[in-house]
């Protein structure tokens, strides 16, 4: 990799100098000494403000119904839909760059994949709530689970929207366990370095009183090879499963083969601009500069970028097929995707997914904070409309002209995309706060391996 | 501490390369002791040093998976089939392309689970206490100290041949412990 000159950090997976205990020091420092200011307090009076607001729009929905949003025949799919897809797409990055990368042997995910796991965790968590708020009788949820129950019925195994609730159930139970066993090496850390005795309970007992012992690193370290070898084909399937609940119906604009594989890409791509807009603030704010370096964030625009060819190419694609095909019914929601009532979400699309990121071919944009952070936000706005246009263009105009209708969001549509951003925000302004940021055990891997100070 | 409650000692190092090779001189020159290696992160090496071979984490996560993915189909398969078969305009009722995703989901799911509880079992975990905790230089384990323990376990040893060979290692401090 080339460094720019005057940019020495671009070079670094690890600032030159570091060692065992002033890794261990700086990271461990955030959770047992820091004391969190200003911007801290405001983020989580900002992020408890929404989550008031979720709160609300959800005792008022279970009230109500989901007739408080804007959701109505021709379009019974919007917001909430977009949400779910949006969310979980996010929590794919994290999961890429803690499975995938490691399989590869990548040393740069090391100080990453622990918020980036964080990151997957919270953003799986709050895309659940949608699909089961939108079940309409949200409190009958557990009729998706095969359990012995006296109506004698069963799921229907055949239908897409099962296979999404073992896919996400899967998910989110496997990026728990992985996160969480990840992180038990660093807790015993935590647990030994607390300055009180209420603290290193409290670390104590999450750490389980690891001890790092050789036999204990040993299956500790098997164990993490072999999640990670899982979870490369889990969120592969999650995600395409996400699409087959669109593919599956036979509705033009999504009866296509070509969905599972696009919407891994944009999951991934979504994931990816996450990272950066957590991490570029984190590591600055934390003081993580010597961690979380230029190479990383260079790193991840990259994937970011070749990602979002992928996704380019997913949009061409589905347009060439549709002009291919002849198709009225396809060819028709391709024009009204261009020009229809909602053209505009297409375009914005193309302009944050397609546009934005072609600044990321130049190395000098890469390595300006200010100017990744942008473009990842735009990537997250564009991958935000580009499911809304994907759902709302098919369905608003469908095959009977006399059923076609418009949908305009409500006042509680916006109020569940904001609280849920609320959510997330909560919870991981809360995981900063408390819990190892940084993964301190693979950051002495690379330290005893020379990665600090080896240009 | 009195003799007759030694258990074994205690050894510190400041660097994974001391310890590793310090692990290989004490397997040398007194095969019968049973040694731990305590490190911040793991130390490539060390499995071999110590004689581990296998662990039993894959055999667990394989069983797992089978669980999981064998037992998600067979649920299928017994109520679409067995217990509440529908004739869809006479449709195959073991439909089964369509009863592969959530089996591939359980699957996954069976192995992490198994996985994540084949190493903490194998490990011991979880104990929250370990009477290693009470040696305060021993807190440095989980940050920039490596440790080995030789247990006088063997009754062909002697604590002071033990002592003397410790101490000749290039060690930081010699402690004993009533592990």
Known sequence: MSALPGNAAESFLLAPGQTYSSVTKAVSAISLHRRFGRYWLIGLAIALALCSLLLFGVGWLLHQGVGIWGINMPVAWAFAICDYVWWIGIGMGGTFISGALYLARKNWRSSINRYAEAMTVFAVAVSGIFPILHLGRPWFFYWLFPYPDVMNVWPQWRSSLEWDFFAILAYLSVSILYWYVGMIPDLATLRDHAPTLRTARFYGFLALGWRGEARQWRRFESLSLLLAGLAVPLVFSVHSMVALDFSEAAAPGWHSTIFPPFFVAGALFSGFAMVLVLGIPMRRMLGLEDYITGRHLNNLAKVMLAAGLVVAYGYLSEMFSAFYSMDRYELAVTLRRLMGAYAWTFWGTIACNVLSIQLLWFARLRSNDAVLFGIALAVLIGMWLERFMLIVTTLYQDFVPSSWGMYYPTFWDIAFLIGSIGLFLLMFLLFVRILPVVSMFELRKLVSKGEGGTA | ?179
């Open chain 2, 1 to 179: 501490m009195s003799a007759s409650q030694t258990k074994g000692l205690l050894v510190e190092f400041a660097s994974g390369e001391e310890l590793l090779s310090a692990v290989r001189r004490v397997r040398r020159e007194l095969p019968s002791v049973a040694l731990e290696a305590y490190s911040p992160c793991a130390l490539e090496g060390m499995d071999e040093a110590l004689g581990y071979r296998r662990d039993a984490v894959a055999g667990w996560m394989l069983l797992g998976a089978v669980i999981g993915g064998v037992g998600t189909y067979a649920l299928e398969w017994y109520s679409a089939v067995f217990n509440y078969p529908i004739n869809v305009g006479g449709r195959p009722t073991a439909s089964w392309p369509a009863f592969l995703p959530p089996a591939l989901e359980m699957t996954v799911l069976g192995a992490a689970v198994f996985g994540v509880l084949a190493m903490l079992i194998g490990n011991g975990l979880p104990r929250l206490n370990h009477p290693l905790f009470d040696v305060k230089a021993f807190e440095r384990a989980s940050a920039d100290r490596f440790f080995m323990v030789a247990r006088l376990d063997a009754p062909d040893i002697d604590l002071q041949t033990l002592r003397e060979l410790c101490r000749s290692l290039s060690a930081l401090a010699v402690e004993e412990v009533a592990q």
